[in-house]
Each structure stands twice: as C-alpha cells, then as structure tokens.
T-cell receptor
Framework: EDKVVQSPLSLVVHEGDTVTLNCSYE??????LLWYKQEKKAPTFLFML????IEKKSGRLSSILDKKELFSILNITATQTGDSAVYLC????????????FGKGTHLIIQP | DVKVTQSSRYLVKRTGEKVFLECVQD?????MFWYRQDPGLGLRLIYF???????EKGDIPEGYSVSREKKERFSLILESASTNQTSMYLC?????????????FGQGTRLTVV
C-alpha cells in the first residue's frame, strides 16, 4: 500500500521565521510528488517534482526532491501570516491504477 | 481557467438515503478523483477514474460507488448514507500523461448525515 508521511503534523512559528516541512513516501512506481496549500477551501497547487536534486522556487517558497532517500522538503522563508495553512504533500504512483496519495498534511500557523 | 465544479457546497441527508455527489470538469481531463477529508486523517482516496466507464478503488471505497458515463462528469454515490460518512468530499481532475500534471480541485461538498 502506498504511503505518504508528512512531518511535523503542526507547527507554530513567528512571522519572519524560516520553516521546513517534510514529506517522505513509500510507493510503487513513483511518478511525481506534488505540494499543495489548503486554506479552508480547495487545495491550491504549489509545486510538482519529478527529478532529484532540482529545486523548484516560487517567491519565498521552494521545494526539492530526493528520490534516493524518498523524501521532499518544502521551505518557506520570511514567513508571513498569510502563509498560515495546511500544506499537503501528494504522490502519483503506478501507471494510472494506483491513484494520487496524500499525506495528512502539516498545519502551519504563523504568529504575528 | 481550469474549473472543477461540485454540485453542492453543503448537503444534509438522513441515514439510509441514497446520496449523489456530482463533479464536472471543463478541461477534458482523463483522470478524476474523489477524496474525503477528515480532521487528523487528511485526504483519503475513495475512488478514481482514468477513462470513461473506468474506475479504480482507492483506499476507502466501502460504502461508496462511482459513475463515469461522460468524460467531464464523475459522480460519487453513497448507496445508503450513514453518520460515519459525514465529511468534506473533494473532487479533483488531472490530465495526461499520468503523474505529470497537477490535480485541480473542486471547492468541496460538506456532507452531514443525520
């Protein structure tokens, strides 16, 4: 059974701090890993990662994948209160018959 | 803009009722998914479909069925609703090739079974 594990489950930091969110996975026939941000509504897409070692960056957010060690990290620098959300990691596996599996998410709270 | 539309934002149904949750996407996507989201459990895959009339069970299919008669529409059916099916239901779709495009989500349906 495919497994995606995120850590920590929740995190409280102060505005301006840098945070690192973790996602490890055990899946058959890995295709890609995705990060989403969810704020009381539908998840919104952040990144898709398919190759090891190549950092994806968007403003203060960045992410990288390690396919050897089977994990990804999502970094947020200079955090703002608007970054408060649940961050979801998901993995596509298989040839179409294994689905898109999500982790339980990391609930990030940024305090002013 | 990609749009995934779920027919209802909020639903209240009685135990034993048959419930239909509808999802429509306008991007000609092959893949469509139904998840339920519960506190502490995250998003769990109920069913998904990678083609018309094709369906695959996800992690928690018990008590649910699905229908994909047309490419743009994926319906989740609760044959006999029970209180433990009270949850947020999210539909998503993604295009080909498998695993190389993001999944787009609908706004969710919050179902309460009383």
């Amino acid at each position: 059974e495919d497994k995606v594990v995120q850590s920590p489950l929740s995190l409280v930091v102060h505005e301006g701090d840098t945070v690192t969110l973790n996602c490890s996975y055990e899946v058959t026939n890995f295709r890609s890993l995705l990060w989403y941000k969810q704020e009381k509504k539908a998840p919104t897409f952040l990144f898709m990662l398919t190759s090891s070692g190549i950092e994806k960056k968007s403003g203060r957010l960045s992410s990288i994948l390690d396919k050897k060690e089977l994990f990804s990290i999502l970094n947020i620098t200079a955090t703002q209160t608007g970054d408060s959300a649940v961050y979801l990691c998901a993995v596509y596996s298989g040839g179409g018959a294994d689905g898109l599996t999500f982790g339980k998410g990391t609930h990030l709270i940024i305090q002013p | 803009d990609v749009k995934v539309t779920q027919s209802s934002r909020y639903l209240v149904k009685r135990t034993g009722e048959k419930v239909f949750l509808e999802c429509v996407q306008d991007m000609d996507h092959e893949n469509m998914f139904w998840y339920r989201q519960d506190p502490g459990l995250g998003l769990r895959l109920i069913y998904f479909s990678y083609d018309v009339k094709m369906k695959e069970k996800g992690d928690i299919p018990e008590g649910y069925s699905v229908s994909r008669e047309k490419k743009e529409r994926f319906s989740l059916i609760l044959e006999s609703a029970s209180t433990n099916q009270t949850s947020m239901y999210l539909c998503a779709s993604s295009g080909p090739p498998w695993g190389n495009t993001e999944a787009f989500f609908g706004q969710g349906t919050r179902l309460t079974v009383v």
